[in-house]
């Protein structure tokens, strides 16, 4: 079976510093990739997908990047972080292709920016 | 462009109350139709879908019939536990593509014993 993994789970960074947020899949091949971020109290915004290694699109401008470096792990980025970078960041996956399966969620990550 | 709405909350039962969170979306052609919990602190689950209209998806008592005619997906439980303390999502995919996922903007339930 698929699984995915997020770490670390929570983190605490002062602004200004850098940030790595890394997501692992285990059980399936080229899955779709994706980073949203939730603030507190609210929906869910999409950050970033990939369809495949180095390929990555933004949906929000801003100063987070990701990249894929293999197949299966998607990371997730920042030279400088912000206050308003804090916030629960959720990894994803989905089968390729397949638009009846929906998206499988990772644990998130806790970001405290102080 | 496709856009799901959710009933605002938050919404407060007493345990076996009778659950309705509605949801109603914007989309061509023939979305997949999903709902996710979030449980405190925890990713998203998904806990139900349909895939064609008219189906209904169920999972520990709750479920959802996918109503094409009133483009609606609204989610029910007969008897709410205080464990179904959440936050619920309803969603769609776009028929045809499996790259993203449009969500509501979520419901907070409560339960109270």
């Known amino acids: 079976s698929q699984t995915i993994h997020q770490w670390p789970a929570t983190l605490v960074q002062p602004v200004g510093s850098p940030l790595s947020l890394e997501c692992t899949v285990e059980?399936?091949?080229?899955?779709?990739l994706y980073w949203y971020r939730q603030a507190a109290g609210r929906g869910l915004q999409l950050l970033f997908y990939?369809?495949?290694?180095?390929?990555i699109s933004s949906e929000v401008p801003q100063n987070l990047s990701a990249s894929r470096p293999q197949d299966r792990q998607f990371i997730l980025s920042s030279k400088k972080l912000l206050l308003s970078d804090s916030g629960f960041y959720l990894c994803?996956?989905?089968?390729?292709?397949?638009?009846?399966?929906?998206?499988?969620f990772g644990p998130g990550t806790r970001l405290t920016v102080t | 462009g496709n856009s799901v709405t959710q009933m605002e909350g938050p919404v407060t039962l007493s345990e076996e109350a009778f659950l309705t969170i509605n949801c109603t979306y914007t989309?061509?052609?023939?979305?997949?139709l999903f709902w996710y919990v979030q449980y405190p602190g925890e990713g998203l689950q998904l806990l139900l879908k349909?895939?064609?209209?008219?189906d209904k998806g169920s999972n520990k008592g709750f479920e959802a019939t996918y109503r094409k005619e009133t483009t609606s997906f609204h989610l029910e439980k007969g008897s709410v536990q205080v464990s179904d303390s959440a936050v619920y999502f309803c969603?769609?995919?776009?028929?045809?593509?499996?790259?993203?996922?449009?969500f509501g903007s979520g419901t907070q339930l409560t339960v109270l014993p």
């Open positions: 059980g399936t091949s080229n899955p779709n």
């Open positions: 989309a061509t052609g023939y979305p997949s």
């Open positions: 994803a996956w989905s089968v390729p292709g397949e638009s009846t399966y929906g998206q499988y």
């Open positions: 969603a769609l995919s776009p028929s045809g593509s499996a790259r993203q996922l449009t």
């Open positions: 990939s369809v495949g290694i180095g390929q």
């Open positions: 349909a895939t064609k209209a008219d």
